[in-house]
Structures are given as structure tokens and as C-alpha cells.
């Protein structure tokens, strides 16, 4: 039934619908090159855009139009280019690439896994681990750079499991010449884009990338009991513990620890903390965490509470040499954190 403010609600209670479209439409701006492609030649018309990127010029036209009514896109004498908006969102694409791009998969299948709870929803695990590199360059890689300044000068070797593209093994090493890294990854798409960079970056010397998951540390042959090694986990334990166990993460680093009493393990991870105060009252928890901890309920991984985490090391025999969160800059919500491990003596 009509009332006097009917559109005036119906334009409030629409907001998620544009924002939906909008991320959605500015995810793919970001990933087919559109946005890179005006800041490098601004005033280029729709046709002659597509044509540099292999699109149909009919529809780069409309999505041109539509971000122009948002304020992504100015139109002048024929031409496109981008506004101030338009050109700072390149900055964030990374959180476009994981959580639209690797998570829109998941979230189309919300309604089936709801009614099905053996299910598990599917996700795009190559944007997934991209995204998630690109935005560790923000949050994750200060904080790691934090536990390896406290190690001192003893590692010289980074095995990071799970590494995605090896991207944010990549940028750890491009600020610490003296060290060299694994990185172990399953996917082997993953593998081919973290060969890419690594060629581009000129770390062949000092990066490997080897095909294989988590669960194969347990299997690695180190010398000297792993001295100056130090394994990596950035939100990876996450997956082994749904789609393994709990109890297949405890007997991981309990094996490791036992063949290597020497190596040192760190990780990040997220403290589930879905109804904290700061959940609904901080804009990055809102707008980040928020989709984050509901996604993960869905899909093949499982986050746990700090102090779950403190618990099982304590079980093992594992001491916290030193504990970090991100930079408040980047991320003030102290939902992320990580530790740097090593066997009690």
C-alpha cells in the first residue's frame, strides 16, 4: 500500500541492491584492466578502450555510463576518464578481488547451504588467494615484518604453506635480502601467476614454488633440526581445521615441532569475535569482518577465538616468543593478530 514516504523507504531500504550492483561492477572495472586502462589514457573514447582491452564497446559503454552516475567516471567532449574516486579506488582492489571476486561464488549459494548443512559453498580460491595477498600488503605484511624484526638475525629460510601466488612471500623477501623462501601452494594456477612475479621481481635465486598443502610440513627433511627456519601460515590453519580437523592442525604442528625442534612456525590468523562490540560499531569491522566471518561459515574453513589459539599451543609445548597485530593505520579493530612459535625448552 502507498504512503506519503513510500519512496522515501523504498529508497533507504534499496541501498544494499546499488551497493551490491556497485561492487560488483567496480570488481570487474578493476580486474578486466578498465580502471588502470583510463588512468594511463585519459579521454579515450568507450570504442577505442575496448579495443585496447578485448571488450564488446556496445556494453564497456553502459558499464562506463553507470559509473559515471557514481562518481567513478567523468565524461568530457566524448571522452572518459576517471574522477578522484575513480582513481583512489585502484588502491583497494584487492579487497574487491577476494571478497567480490572469490566470494561471490559462495554468497549465490547462501540460500542451498543454509537449507543443507552438509554442504559447503565454492569460491574462487585463485581471486580468493590473490585478494588476500594484495590486502596482507596493508595489514598482514607489517605485522609479520614485526615477529621477523624479533627473531633477530637467526632465520634465513620462510616456508610459507598455503602461499596463494606467493605474492606476500614475495614482498617479505623483497624487504629482507638475506632471507630465502618456500612457498607450498595446491593450486596450480596459483603457482603459475607467483611464477610470474617471482621472474618480474628477480627472486629465482631466492624463492621456490613447489605444488603441495599444508598437511606435507609434517613430511620435510631440515637440517639441523630446522635451525633458522621458520614456517608460515597466513589464514591457511583456517582451512586445514574444516576441511581436515581441529585435531589434524594440533597433530601438524606437534609433528613439526617433534622432527624440528629448532624451527620456529608463524602464524596469522583472525579471533572470531562475531558479536564484539566493535562489530557493530567500527566502520572496517562492519564492512570487512562482518562478510568475512559469515562467509567462512559457509565455506571450507573454520576461524577459532585467540583464546582457543593460546590454549592448544600451551598443549603442545609451544611458547609465543612474540605476538603482533596489524598496524591501527591499516586495521585498529584487533581482530587480526599473529604469533611467532617455538618449542619450549
Do not use: N, W, Y
Given at each position: 500500500m502507498l504512503t506519503d514516504d513510500f519512496e522515501r523507504r523504498l529508497i533507504e531500504h534499496t541501498q544494499p541492491v546499488r551497493q551490491f550492483f556497485l561492487a560488483q561492477a567496480l570488481h570487474h572495472a578493476l580486474h578486466l584492466g578498465v580502471v588502470g586502462a583510463l588512468e594511463e589514457e585519459p579521454g579515450a573514447d568507450a570504442g577505442k578502450l575496448a579495443g585496447r582491452l578485448g571488450l564488446d564497446p556496445y556494453r564497456t559503454g553502459a558499464l562506463l555510463r553507470y559509473l559515471r552516475n557514481e562518481g567513478y567516471t567523468v565524461l568530457e567532449d566524448g571522452g572518459w576518464s576517471l574522477s578522484a574516486k575513480g582513481r583512489e579506488v585502484q588502491v583497494f582492489a584487492p579487497w574487491y578481488e577476494m571478497l567480490v571476486g572469490g566470494y561471490a561464488p559462495s554468497m549465490d549459494q547462501l540460500g542451498e547451504v543454509l537449507k543443507d548443512g552438509s554442504r559447503y559453498a565454492s569460491r574462487n580460491t585463485t581471486k580468493v588467494g590473490e585478494g588476500s595477498c594484495g590486502i596482507g600488503a596493508y595489514d598482514a605484511l607489517p605485522l609479520v615484518q614485526s615477529l621477523l624484526d624479533s627473531a633477530g638475525d637467526g632465520l634465513h629460510k620462510i616456508i610459507d604453506?598455503?602461499?596463494?601466488?606467493?605474492?606476500?612471500?614475495?614482498?617479505?623477501?623483497?624487504?629482507?635480502?638475506?632471507?630465502?623462501?618456500?612457498?607450498?601452494?595446491?593450486?596450480?594456477?596459483?603457482?603459475?601467476?607467483?611464477?610470474?612475479?617471482?621472474?618480474?621481481?628477480?627472486?629465482?635465486?631466492?624463492?621456490?614454488?613447489?605444488?603441495?598443502?599444508?598437511?606435507?610440513?609434517?613430511g620435510f627433511d631440515l637440517a639441523?633440526?630446522?635451525?633458522?627456519?621458520?614456517?608460515?601460515?597466513?589464514?591457511?590453519?583456517?582451512?586445514?581445521?574444516?576441511?581436515?580437523?581441529?585435531e589434524a592442525v594440533e597433530n601438524l604442528l606437534a609433528t613439526v615441532f617433534e622432527r624440528h625442534p629448532k624451527a620456529r612456525w608463524l602464524i596469522v590468523e583472525m579471533d572470531l569475535q562475531p558479536l564484539s562490540p566493535v562489530m557493530g560499531s567500527h566502520g572496517l569491522a562492519l564492512n570487512f569482518y562482518n562478510p568475512y566471518f559469515l562467509i567462512h561459515s559457509i565455506t571450507q574453513q573454520r576461524l577459532e577465538t585467540r583464546g582457543w589459539w593460546d590454549a592448544m599451543f600451551d598443549r603442545l609445548g609451544l611458547t609465543v616468543e612474540a605476538a603482533a597485530t596489524p598496524d591501527p593505520r591499516a586495521d585498529s579493530t584487533g581482530l587480526q593478530f599473529g604469533v611467532l612459535l617455538a618449542k619450549r625448552r
Open positions: 604453506l598455503g602461499c596463494g601466488d606467493g605474492g606476500f612471500l614475495m614482498d617479505v623477501l623483497v624487504t629482507r635480502p638475506k632471507l630465502a623462501g618456500v612457498g607450498v601452494e595446491p593450486h596450480g594456477e596459483s603457482i603459475v601467476l607467483g611464477e610470474r612475479r617471482r621472474a618480474e621481481l628477480g627472486l629465482e635465486d631466492r624463492m621456490e614454488l613447489v605444488k603441495g598443502g599444508a598437511l606435507d610440513a609434517a639441523d633440526g630446522g635451525e633458522g627456519i621458520s614456517f608460515m601460515t597466513a589464514f591457511v590453519l583456517q582451512e586445514v581445521m574444516q576441511q581436515e580437523s581441529p
